[in-house]
């Protein structure tokens, strides 16, 4: 039986719960302890932060951990500071997030899971450009 492309879209449509433009890969950084931070010097971390994917916490309530550096960047023309941080997730399992094809409904998430093209761990590179809150600028 051949389907027409037509409808192959507006099914694959009807299945998402999730617009692509609202999924997004959130890090909470805060709670991370930094050493003093001086300009253009990186400093190491480490330590086990909570992410959220297509708004959605692990299942397990977990954190993940991560590894990097943070670099204070120098300031140009502005009070507010910027900090590079640059960090790495060694097995991130989009299965704790249950995200991926066995948690999408429709026959487009059952060809999908046939073909293993996306393993189910993996590690993550992320590069962030953090500014300084007006408030806390004001206060130094």
Not at 23 to 41: I, R, S, V
């Amino acid at each position: 039986m051949r389907i027409p492309r037509r409808n192959t879209f507006s099914s694959g449509a009807r299945t998402r719960k999730t617009h692509p433009k609202d999924c997004k890969l959130e890090a909470q950084f805060t709670a991370l302890p930094l050493q003093k931070l001086e300009p253009e010097k990186p400093v190491k971390f480490s330590g086990d932060i909570p992410f959220t994917v297509c708004g959605r916490p692990r299942t397990d309530g977990g954190k993940e951990h991560v590894e990097g550096t943070a670099v204070l960047l120098p300031t140009e023309g502005t009070s507010r500071k910027t900090i590079k941080i640059k960090a790495h997730l060694g097995q991130f399992s989009r299965d704790r997030y249950r995200i991926g094809p066995k948690y999408t409904e429709g026959w487009l998430s059952r060809v999908q899971s046939l073909a293993n093209i996306v393993a189910d761990e993996g590690a993550i590179d992320l590069t962030v450009f953090a500014k300084e809150g007006k408030s806390q600028a004001k206060a130094e």
